[in-house]
Nanobody, 115 residues
Framework: VQLVESGGGLVQPGGSLRLSCAASGFTFSSYVMSWYRQAPGNARELVATITSTGSSSNYADSMKGRFTISRDNAKNTVYLQMNSLKPEDTAVYYC?????????WGQGTQVTVSS
């Protein structure tokens, strides 16, 4: 299993970024995928989760209405569209494949929200 995130960077407050996670080594279309984030000094927290078909998604309360998770099963890629970014969204964002018997993470991509 390999998960490779991209799309992070420096953005001003109120700006937008789209993160991508390219997956390989497993049948991507069969699995729930998630995004997590970890800010300095904080525990890693769940951002959003999307079902295998993309028909349903869930978000942490602080991201609802600002972030959108999506996936393209033809491209084995999951996305995180982040709008109205705030300084408190600054963190390393991770793509994850997690289940009862497995737990895989990407290397993370840094998102910094600052003026």
């Amino acid at each position: 299993v390999q998960l490779v995130e991209s799309g992070g960077g420096l953005v001003q407050p109120g700006g937008s970024l789209r993160l991508s996670c390219a997956a390989s080594g497993f049948t991507f279309s069969s699995y729930v995928m998630s995004w997590y984030r970890q800010a300095p000094g904080n525990a890693r927290e769940l951002v959003a989760t999307i079902t295998s078909t993309g028909s349903s998604s869930n978000y942490a309360d602080s991201m609802k209405g600002r972030f959108t998770i999506s996936r393209d099963n033809a491209k084995n890629t999951v996305y995180l569209q982040m709008n109205s970014l705030k300084p408190e969204d600054t963190a390393v964002y991770y793509c994850a494949l997690r289940g009862g018997l497995y737990d895989y993470w990407g290397q993370g991509t840094q998102v910094t929200v600052s003026s």
